[in-house]
């Protein structure tokens, strides 16, 4: 007979569960309250404007991912496979993961500073908006920080801390992110992510030298840089080929489309991310999770069996949700941003092959497999911005955001179909000869 009891005791004492539940908790009141920032600041600004913003912010995140150069995964990994074995060795990993960030991305924010004026007129059309990436070119620096910050607390697994973090950003978001778009309009919009930015580095900083102790420097066992760029190396190639692909086709609505379409893009992918959001952060939480399980290969199949089945239902039923909520969604951004209806209808029933790819990835990633997850990525991200471009051109740009949707939708399914099959293989082997 089911014992109810029997199953609540389990799911109190897996850690597993404790984890993903702090890792979610926390993030839906900031996550909700980011929605609600990002829709008044698109009713404050338009959609040509919000679109110039949406590029902008699309700029920064390209760089911003390659330049983190994979050390949020790497942070993560080392120690979550070294906090209880060679918990001595914390201190080290850290300071070596942060000042590689500081080192790649301090560089990036340099060059797009000086390259700002380039880029607005030759790649944007817009030389208004040399301003706006000159200003805000330090989120590459501070957000790339933040991010190998959140690996760190991923690997000590203090989701909890994050979730406190999350919460507290998203509503400094709300308060900063409307009132100074309302007051100065685009400029205040991206000061308010500065501020956000700056506010983010120094809650992680206070969790991070709360719980990790100063390293021994009379300690022999060491993991050299050369180590950690070995497994960073593959991400970075991978965030990097993600970055100039999801760059280049919002540089295709510029060139072959129009702003207008970069504005109606940029919103239905803010609810693909609304979407992908707790299965995007649980990322952390399957990678902390098995690469502590390496040696137990039947764990890390449990493992992915639960995330897998929980990443389906959750995606999958926030999908139909705002399918049958997009008209009122729609009309929540004004008479100016009509057509997107159709464009989100495409672009969140894609999460559902995204938020399951990336169990497989970071089980990939756990394995150190990360030359294999690179020839995919090349595969679905090279694939988006073909069938994008082949379909822009001969239909002379017009619904070029539903375009740019549906590309993704058929580029994540072969995505999907293809790293799955290669692990689900990979592991049974595994398993047969245990």
Known sequence: MFNVQKLHKRLINSRLVNDSFWAIFGNVLGKGLSLLTVI?????????????FGI??????????????????TSTK????????????????????????????????????FAAEYIAIHLLKAPKLTFFLQLISINILIGSICRTQEGILAGLSKF???????????????????????????????????????????????????????PDKDLNKKISLKEILKFS??????????SIITYSTGLLLVQ???????????????WSAIILYIPGILRNVILSHLSANLSNDKARLRILRIILVFNFCVTFLLSVTIYFLSDFISSSYGDNFSGLKDVINISVFTTIFVSMSNVYAQAYMSESKNWLMLFFRIIRDGSIFGIAYYLLTVNDGVHGALLLAKSALWANILFL?????????SLHRKLKTI
């Not at 992510?193 to 709360?210: A, E, P």
């Open 40 to 52: 008044i600041i698109a009713r404050i600004l338009g959609k040509e404007i919000y679109g110039e």
């Open 160 to 214: 909890k801390d994050l979730a406190k973090i999350n919460t507290i950003i998203g509503v400094g978001n709300f308060l900063f992110g409307v009132l100074l778009t309302y007051f100065y309009g685009l400029t205040g919009a991206f000061i308010s992510s500065i501020l956000l930015q700056i506010l983010d580095y120094f809650l992680l900083r206070y969790f991070i030298n709360k719980y990790v102790v100063a």
């Open 417 to 425: 179909i293809l790293m799955g099959v290669v692990y689900e293989i």
């Open 78 to 113: 080392y120690i979550a496979e070294y906090h209880t074995s060679k918990p001595e060795l914390l201190s080290q990993i850290i300071k070596s993961c942060q000042q590689l960030t500081v080192l790649f991305s301090g560089f990036a924010t340099i060059v797009l500073f």
């Open 56 to 73: 902008v912010h699309g700029t920064i995140a390209s760089i911003l991912i390659f330049t983190n150069f994979g050390l949020n995964y």
């Open 233 to 242: 190396t593959p991400v970075a190639l991978q965030e990097a080929f993600y």
């Open 256 to 270: 072959l489309s129009t702003y207008g379409e970069v504005g109606l893009s940029s919103a239905a992918l803010y």
